[in-house]
């Protein structure tokens, strides 16, 4: 089971980028993905998730109407398309898979976590 996170890159402020999440090893279709960044010196937080069971999608309220997140299973992929993306959505992004039960932004509910891939909005 693995994840990899690509996409990433250099973009000015009001940019857009799309990120995505390959799965390896297993449907990604039937799972629960979530998106997380983590800038430096902070905490990891918790920014988009998008359930198996019927595509429910959440956003943490930072990236709410700027963001969308989305899957084709055809690709075994779930992508995250940023627009008007901002400074402060620098950071290194992950992808990683639901495990728990607890609440869709708590890093603690996920497992197998791909490898990040680094965005920075910067002019």
């Known amino acids: 089971v693995q994840l990899q996170a690509s996409g990433g890159g250099l973009v000015q402020p009001g940019g857009s980028l799309r990120l995505s999440c390959a799965a390896s090893?297993?449907?990604?279709?039937?799972?629960?993905i979530g998106w997380f960044r983590q800038a430096p010196g902070k905490e990891r937080e918790g920014v988009s998730c998008i359930s198996s069971s019927d595509g429910t999608t959440y956003y943490a309220d930072s990236v709410k109407g700027r963001f969308t997140i989305s899957r084709d299973n055809a690709k075994n992929t779930v992508y995250l398309q940023m627009n008007s993306l901002k400074p402060e959505d620098t950071a290194v992004y992950y992808c990683?898979?639901?495990?728990?039960?607890?609440?869709?932004?708590?890093?603690?509910?996920?497992?197998?976590w791909g490898q990040g891939t680094l965005v920075t909005v910067s002019s």
């Open positions: 990683a898979i639901y495990t728990g039960d607890g609440r869709w932004s708590s890093d603690d509910e996920y497992d197998y």
């Open positions: 090893g297993f449907t990604l279709d039937s799972y629960t």
